[in-house]
């Protein structure tokens, strides 16, 4: 079990002094469990059932989630500098350092052998042909050196600027004629393909790569002719990316928006990471020069970036990759002669993506609402939108032809910053009404109305999700998202509107749950009914499926109903602060975790309410995990669902995730997540687990 230390619960603002003594018995450190998500997701791509391609990617995506941790985390974890953080530094590090001799041994004796087989050489540059490396210096001339700047430090030349996630060849420089020496530095540039294809000496059908940096440093030379080049060093940095904005509304926002931007690629280092053979030498003046602790350095067994292998999925080898994925329109939207709005007034809906199609669901709804003669207002919320984003395209058409369009635009959305503040203005131009949500919450909600007139008069469509409006990741990430015109819930969405671009004291919501006001007291008092139910004999169970599960109160609540009795299943993506089967306190928790080729992302949440028949169970949808952050300081969105298809789809959902049996992970009792296998001729969920098990019901239900 991860070691728990009040530091660590106290986190996210959460009062040491408020903490109940049961609480450290259950409790597992955030940052650890973090570490027990990211070694899932390197298992993938140690599985040998997953098709060779997919394990270079999950390779990739495992570097690419160390990469944000340190970004996010080390300098919180670091600051105070407690005894009980220090240890838990450690406690990081050395779970940490095999989790990456793993992964280097995956791609040298795996990756690189296996695509070798199919006829794709991943070469480094000592181990090209004597043509092949002049092809590569011809490339290096034409296709690579003019965007490179080779540097020197010496008492004319100052320590270089290295910017976040860089990588970056370090190596001792001797002229020959005056003999001196001195330290240098070529950066890989990140915007030029990290991957060269080499087309000398290769059969036919066949290609020799070439990792960019190697063809960097077979050709140093050329940059610095004349001097003496030696003890070459690969090396990659990391920056710390939590960056305080400070919101006070009588400046410009947007300015401080701006300038917390600029500052951020200059904030503190939090790790350095060097390739094989790295010399002491540069090593410790790169330490010494960027202030850090020998902790803070990492000796990699292999390669220091290894998301340059999300490249190579283009590879033509569709044999080495999950079959591909086109998710579906659903059926009763198939006719074109019924509008979107139609069916949603024929009743509610749930999309689950992406098996439902998202641009045929969510991105047409906004569309069909621009277009439509009969639309008064587009209002929506957005967080992560992408680049060239069919929705900011749709909402300007919309105001370009006199409807009202308001957009709550959270412009602090970490590395988003940028591109929201982007289609803010590009919306402000047309004359769209954009605000950024109230000061000091960010606006995390999935949220989109639309208000049309009708015969009876003024009818309202909303759809509230638990992913972003963001069309790329719809088709990676698993979300779902409801469909209604019902009143309980438009009127609900109305006044959460007012409430965001007129800054009202709070929304008037009788039916959703809004955070930071009524959603944690509303979900607590759910908890506290299931436990009443079971004192009374009745039937008790909650199951809630979500990315991540840290909130004090909220797992307070949920031990006090696991010692009542009721039962209750966690579908848990990410970390989980939840410790389940301690004796006296969560015997009747159960906690796991679906990986695989899409990513887990909903929020469902269940509550039986009393009855056996999950027809007459309570669900809720919305876009919060179970975190301090969501509960208190952002706003989110969860609505209940109270029509009995979608009631129906999300109790499918959940069921399939339960009866997993090839992508899910349990938390023992241990505190350790143990791999469920299937047995042999198992089908469904069971079998083929649930990702395979919602694309065969999804093309079952339109007849493909």
Not at 353 to 379: G, L, M, N, R
């Amino acid at each position: 079990m991860a070691t728990t230390t009040l530091a660590s619960i106290g986190d996210h603002g959460v009062l040491n002094a408020t903490l109940s003594p049961t609480l450290p018995e259950i409790w597992i450190d955030r940052d650890l469990s973090w570490l027990d998500f990211n070694e899932r997701v390197l298992a993938e791509a140690l599985d040998e059932r997953t098709p060779l391609l997919e394990r270079a990617k999950f390779l990739a995506i495992f570097t690419s989630n160390l990469d944000e941790f340190f970004m996010k985390r080390q300098s919180v974890l670091r600051h105070g500098a407690s005894d009980a953080q220090r240890a838990l530094l450690q406690q990081l590090r050395e779970k940490l350092l095999p989790m990456l001799e793993r992964q280097a041994h995956c791609y040298r004796e795996t990756i690189v052998p296996g695509l070798a087989e199919q006829g794709v050489f991943l070469r480094y540059w000592s181990e090209l042909t004597p043509r092949q490396k002049e092809e590569g210096s011809e490339y290096f001339d034409s296709e690579i050196s003019p965007a490179l700047t080779p540097l020197v430090i010496d008492p004319v030349h100052p320590f270089p600027f290295i910017s976040n996630l860089s990588t970056s060849l370090a190596f001792r420089l001797r002229d020959v004629v005056k003999g001196e020496s001195m330290f240098a530095r070529v950066k890989i540039p990140s915007v030029l393909k990290q991957w060269i294809t080499l087309e000398t000496d290769v059969k036919p059908g066949q290609r020799v790569m070439v990792p960019l940096s190697e063809v960097v440093r077979g050709n140093l030379h050329k940059l610095y002719s004349g001097m003496e080049i030696s003890n070459i060093t690969v090396m990659r940095l990391t920056r710390d990316a939590e960056v305080d904005i400070d919101e006070d509304v009588s400046a410009d926002f947007r300015a401080h928006v701006k300038e917390e931007i600029r500052q951020r690629r200059y904030e503190p280092v939090v790790r350095l990471e060097f390739g094989p053979g790295a010399h002491p030498g540069i090593k410790e003046t790169l330490r010494e020069r960027l202030g850090l602790e020998q902790e803070d350095l990492y000796d990699l067994p292999e390669e220091v970036e290894y998301t340059t292998l999300f490249q190579l999925l283009g590879l033509p080898k569709p044999a080495l990759r999950d079959r591909d994925w086109t998710p579906l329109s659903p059926a009763f939207l198939s006719d074109e002669a019924e509008s979107i709005f139609a069916a949603i007034h024929a009743g509610d809906f749930l999309v689950h993506h992406p098996y439902d199609s998202f641009d045929a669901t969510v991105e047409h709804f906004i569309s069909a609402a621009a277009d439509d003669p009969q639309t008064v207002s587009i209002k929506m919320t957005a967080y992560r939108i992408g680049d060239d984003t069919p929705f900011v395209k749709s909402l300007i058409r919309a105001a370009e032809r006199g409807k009202q369009v308001a957009c709550v635009m959270e412009i602090k959305a970490r590395f988003d910053e940028e591109r929201n503040l982007h289609w803010a203005a590009e919306l402000e131009r047309v004359g769209a009404h954009v605000t950024f949500g109230i000061s000091g919450l960010k606006t995390h909600a999935k949220t989109a109305l639309v208000v049309r007139k009708e015969a009876s008069g003024l009818r309202c469509y909303v759809h509230i999700g638990t992913g972003n409006y963001h069309v790329k990741t719809a088709r990676l990430y698993a979300d779902v998202g409801l469909f209604t015109c019902d009143h309980r819930i438009t009127s609900d969405a109305v006044n959460l509107f007012h409430y965001l671009t007129g800054h009202a004291d709070q929304p008037n919501c009788t039916s959703l749950l809004v955070a930071p006001l009524t959603m944690r007291p509303r979900l607590l008092e759910l908890i506290h009914r299931e436990i009443q139910n079971k004192r009374d004999g009745r039937h008790a169970r909650i199951i809630a499926k979500m990315n991540q599960l840290e909130d004090p109160d909220m797992i307070e609540a949920l031990c006090e109903a696991s010692q009542a009795g009721v039962s209750i299943d966690l579908i848990i993506r990410g970390f989980c602060c939840l410790h389940p089967g301690v004796p006296g306190h969560t015997e009747n928790t159960r906690v796991r975790s679906i990986i695989g080729r899409f990513l887990e992302h909903s929020r469902i949440f269940y509550f039986a309410n009393g009855s056996q028949d999950p027809a007459e169970g309570e669900y809720f949808i919305g876009s919060a995990d179970w975190m301090f952050r969501n509960l208190s300081k952002r706003i989110e969105v969860v609505t209940p669902v109270f029509a009995a298809d979608p009631k129906q789809r999300l109790w499918e959902i959940l069921d399939i995730c339960l009866r997993d049996r090839r992508q899910a992970w349990v938390l023992a009792p241990e505190g350790k997540y143990v791999q469920l296998h299937p047995e042999e001729g198992a089908s469904g969920p069971e079998g083929v687990g649930t990702h395979q098990t919602l694309m065969d019901l999804a093309l079952a239900r339109a007849d493909v």
